[in-house]
C-alpha cells in the first residue's frame, strides 16, 4: 500500500494529528476499520462519495472504501543528519515512505513550548529540509566516487544513474531539495530517480496546523508557508489538529453541526487525505456487485492487468480482458445492464490504462 510519512519539529501537532486521523468516523465507518499495524502506522479510508452512488445503482450490500497510510514519524531535531534525537531512525523511516506530510506550527500558544523558542515555520520548514538535504549529501558523495568509476568502465547502468546524481548533487550542494527535479523530468527519467531514494526527492505536502479560530480563514503564518510552497511546487493544508481530535470523537451529525458553527465545510482531515491522494499521484476505480461496492486504488497510468492486480495477483496473471464502464455512465444509466445496452461498456485489453473512477470487471484464467 501506499505510504504518507508524517514528520515536523517535536511539539507542532504531528501526535495529535496522527490520532486524529486514525480515529475519525471514515476510518471507523469503513469495514476496514483503521487498524494499527505498528505502533505508529496507521490505515485511513479514503473519503469518496462516489462509493454510495455506485452501491445505490448495484444494490450492494457493503460498501468498501480504498485505504492509504500514514505513519507518525516522530524524533526530529536540528543535527538529526549527525545522528542527534532520533537522527539515525528517524531519517531510516522516511526512506519508507513514498510521499512526507509535513506539520508547520502556525498557532501561537504560550503554554506549548517551540524547541527554537519563537512560531516561524518556514523557519522551521527549513531546519526539518536541512537536516534531509544534509543526509541527501552524505549519501550522494559516498555514492558517487563509486559510480564514476564504473561509468568510466563503460557500465550501462552507471552511466544512466550518474548524470541523476550529478543533477542531484549540485542541488544539494546548492542548498535545494531534489523534489525540484520532479517538477519538469521526462518520464523514462523518474525510476532512475526513484532509484536513488533519496528523502528530498519525496514529494511533499505541508500541514499548517492553525489555532481552532484561524481555521476557516487561516492567519499570516500559513500565508507565508503557501508562499514557500508555490516556490517548491509543493501543496499546502490548513488543519486545526485542535479540531481535528474533537471531530473524531463525534458522531457524523455532531461533526457536521460543530463543522458548520466554526464556518467549516468538512473536517480537515478529509481535505488532509485527498491531498496525500493527489500528492502520491494515485486515482481509483471501483468494483461493484450485490454483495459489496469496492474502491481500489492504483497509481495514475497503470494498465488494466496491473490494475487487476491490486485485487489479487492471479487475476494479474491470468488475465484476459476488463469490461469498463466510466463512472458517470454506470450512474446515470443505471447499472451494468444498462450501459451495457447503451454500449456504454467497453471491452478493454491489456494496453488499457484504468481511468480514474472506471467501473471494472476482470476476466482472467485460473
Ligand atoms: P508533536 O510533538 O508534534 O507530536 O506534537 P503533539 O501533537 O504532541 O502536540 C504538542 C502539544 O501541542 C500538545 O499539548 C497538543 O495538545 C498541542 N497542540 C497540538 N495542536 C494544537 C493546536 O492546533 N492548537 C493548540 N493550542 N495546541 C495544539
Redesign the pocket.
Known amino acids: 500500500g501506499f505510504k504518507c510519512g508524517i514528520v515536523?519539529l517535536?511539539?507542532?501537532?504531528?501526535?495529535?494529528l496522527f490520532n486524529a486521523l486514525t480515529k475519525t468516523a471514515a476510518a471507523q465507518a469503513a469495514n476496514y476499520p483503521f487498524c494499527t499495524i505498528e505502533p505508529n502506522t496507521g490505515e485511513v479510508a479514503v473519503p469518496d462519495p462516489r462509493m454510495k452512488a455506485i452501491a445505490a445503482v448495484a444494490k450492494s450490500q457493503n460498501i468498501i472504501p480504498t485505504r492509504i497510510s500514514f505513519v507518525d514519524i516522530?524524533g526530529l531535531v536540528r543535527g538529526a543528519s549527525k545522528g542527534e534525537g532520533l537522527g539515525n531512525q528517524f531519517l531510516a523511516n522516511i526512506r519508507e515512505v513514498d510521499a512526507i506530510v509535513h506539520?508547520l506550527r502556525c498557532?501561537e500558544?504560550d503554554d506549548?513550548t517551540h524547541v527554537e523558542g519563537r512560531i516561524d515555520p518556514v523557519s522551521d520548514a527549513e531546519t526539518v529540509e536541512t537536516e534531509l538535504m544534509l543526509s541527501d549529501l552524505e549519501s550522494i558523495e559516498r555514492r558517487i566516487v563509486q559510480i564514476r568509476k564504473r561509468a568510466t568502465g563503460k557500465d550501462k547502468e552507471a552511466t544512466t544513474v550518474l548524470p541523476m546524481m550529478e543533477k542531484s548533487l549540485e542541488l544539494l550542494q546548492a542548498g535545494k531539495p531534489v523534489r525540484i527535479l520532479l517538477k519538469d523530468i521526462a518520464p523514462e527519467d523518474l525510476p532512475i530517480l526513484q532509484e536513488l531514494n533519496l528523502l528530498t526527492s519525496k514529494p511533499v505536502l505541508y500541514v499548517c496546523?492553525?489555532?481552532e479560530s484561524d481555521a476557516a480563514t487561516g492567519n499570516a503564518h500559513t500565508e507565508t508557508v503557501a508562499k514557500m510552497a508555490a516556490e517548491q511546487g509543493a501543496e499546502t493544508v490548513t488543519i486545526?489538529?485542535?479540531i481535528e481530535a474533537e471531530v473524531a470523537q463525534l458522531s457524523d451529525e455532531e461533526a457536521k453541526e460543530f463543522l458548520d458553527a466554526l464556518s467549516l465545510e468538512e473536517p480537515g482531515l478529509d481535505r488532509l487525505i485527498r491531498a496525500g491522494y493527489k500528492l502520491l499521484d494515485l486515482i481509483t476505480y471501483f468494483t461493484a456487485g450485490p454483495k459489496e461496492t469496492r474502491a481500489w486504488t492504483i497509481q495514475r497510468g497503470t494498465k488494466a492487468p496491473q490494475a487487476a492486480g491490486v485485487i489479487h495477483t492471479d487475476f494479474e496473471r491470468g488475465f484476459i480482458r476488463a469490461q469498463t464502464i466510466a463512472y458517470n455512465d454506470y450512474v446515470t444509466l443505471g447499472g451494468e445492464v444498462a450501459a451495457k445496452e447503451a454500449g456504454k461498456a467497453r471491452d478493454e485489453g491489456k494496453e488499457y490504462v484504468v481511468q480514474d473512477g472506471d467501473v471494472m470487471l476482470f476476466r482472467f484464467n485460473t
Request: proline fraction near 5%; glycine fraction near 10%.
Open positions: 515536523g517535536p511539539n507542532v501537532g504531528k501526535s495529535t516522530a506539520v498557532f500558544d506549548i496546523n492553525v489555532a486545526s489538529a485542535a
